[in-house]
């Protein structure tokens, strides 16, 4: 009870009260006076607050799109199967027999094809595929750019490497487009702006009704066989997906058998438009190969990871070091550290770490085989890439 009749009753504490109330008292009561501060301080909201959550935070930061990837599973489902169509073939075996396989008649005449592409800097890949193609193709036709699909200049490589295509030159339609060079623009919308570009000049190229219409990306090959199958069968369905043989840096890295988004189609006037997403439900089985970030130089990776749609995938600075990619070419492991892009957890979890070695050079494309000292980095055993 105090003198002039008014009472307190809140409770003290007596370290406090001594310690923070006498702040003279000296070094002996340091420990206490920060005792007294932290009074009422949850410490361990603290260290939550302090430690576990910038580090976690660095975490989504250097892993979030691999967390984002490996839980796919979530909010994502598979699309709907193809229906796959059984591929037929064997030497020496007649094309009636081989149309009669697939449930197809057989033509008088063989069908024109068409091999359209769009261009960037894959120059190994487009000789290996145009050798493949040749015997059966009617007219190659190839777009390039003077831009990347993210804005990059780049010089016309094709024109610059010409030479070295002199056998289609007879059956080529080539042209060239400038890029619109628009910064922070989706790089997607660049590729569909390419796209319809060659739309255009596939039909200077002069395809008509019921050609056949090649659309895949340069390391999308479809076999020369198969080729010459859809070009002499009768009843094939107007749109056909292609399943090829799935490659990573070279022959020696077997994927899979998933690559799909190739596809052949009986041209349509007026219908048909140059795309490179699912457009039907049929597919037919060991149709070729895909052989992807195939490059002879390192330079050539680093260019492509800039390059292409997927640029978000190039992170940090150090995924283009020249030994990093290196080192990861003959690992056979993800030049973008990613998890599989895959739809369920049990195919992801299958896919992870290094690819297995292919130690099969056996079924490859014929121009490949014919030129084995010249493109030795896409054989099993020879994962050395040049720096120049």
Not at 87 to 108: A, P, Q
Not at 214 to 231: A, F, K, Q
């Amino acid at each position: 009870m105090m003198a002039d009749g008014y009472s307190s009753s809140k409770k003290t504490d007596d370290i406090c009260e001594e310690v923070c109330g006498q702040g003279h008292r000296g070094a002996l009561f340091s420990m206490s006076r920060i005792r007294c501060i932290l009074k009422g301080i949850d410490l361990r909201a603290l260290i939550l607050f302090l430690v576990i959550i910038p580090i976690c935070s660095l975490g989504i930061y250097i892993h979030g799109q691999k967390i984002t990837y490996f839980l796919r599973p979530l909010w994502d489902k598979p699309p709907k199967p193809f229906n796959e169509i059984t591929h037929y073939y064997s030497e020496n075996v007649t094309m009636e027999e081989l149309c009669k396989f697939h449930g197809w008649g057989i033509r008088d005449y063989p069908r024109r094809v068409f091999d359209a592409v769009l261009f960037n800097n894959e120059v190994d890949m487009l000789l290996i595929r145009w050798k493949e193609l040749h015997p059966y193709v009617t007219q190659f036709v190839l777009l390039e750019s003077n831009s990347t699909f993210t804005g990059i200049p780049k010089p016309f490589l094709f024109r610059i490497h010409r030479d070295k295509f002199k056998f289609v030159e007879p059956r080529l339609t080539y042209g060239t487009i400038g890029g619109r060079f628009k910064k922070g623009e989706n790089p997607f919308v660049e590729e569909a702006y390419q796209r319809v570009a060659l739309d255009h000049l596939i039909r200077l190229a002069g395809i008509d009704e019921d050609d056949l219409l090649i659309m895949s990306d340069v390391d999308e090959i479809p076999s020369r066989h198969t080729v010459n199958l859809l070009r002499w069968c009768d009843e094939i369905p107007p749109i056909l997906h292609l399943r090829l043989k799935n490659y990573l840096y070279s022959f020696e890295f077997k994927v899979d058998d998933n690559s799909w988004r190739a596809s052949v189609h009986k041209y349509q006037p007026g219908k048909t438009r140059y795309a490179h997403f699912r457009q039907t439900d049929y597919i037919l089985s060991d149709a070729g190969w895909h052989c992807s970030f195939c490059f002879r130089y390192i330079h050539e990776f680093i260019f492509k990871m800039k390059a292409y749609s997927h640029t978000d995938r190039v992170r940090f600075p150090h995924y283009l070091n020249p030994q990093r990619i290196q080192d990861i070419i003959c690992k056979g492991t993800n030049l973008f550290d990613m998890f599989p892009e895959e739809y369920t957890f049990r195919d992801i979890i299958g896919k992870l770490g290094p690819i297995p070695r292919s130690y099969s050079a056996v079924h490859l494309p014929i121009y490949l085989m014919q030129n084995g000292d010249k493109y030795k980095y896409l054989f099993p055993g020879h994962c050395r890439r040049e720096s120049g």
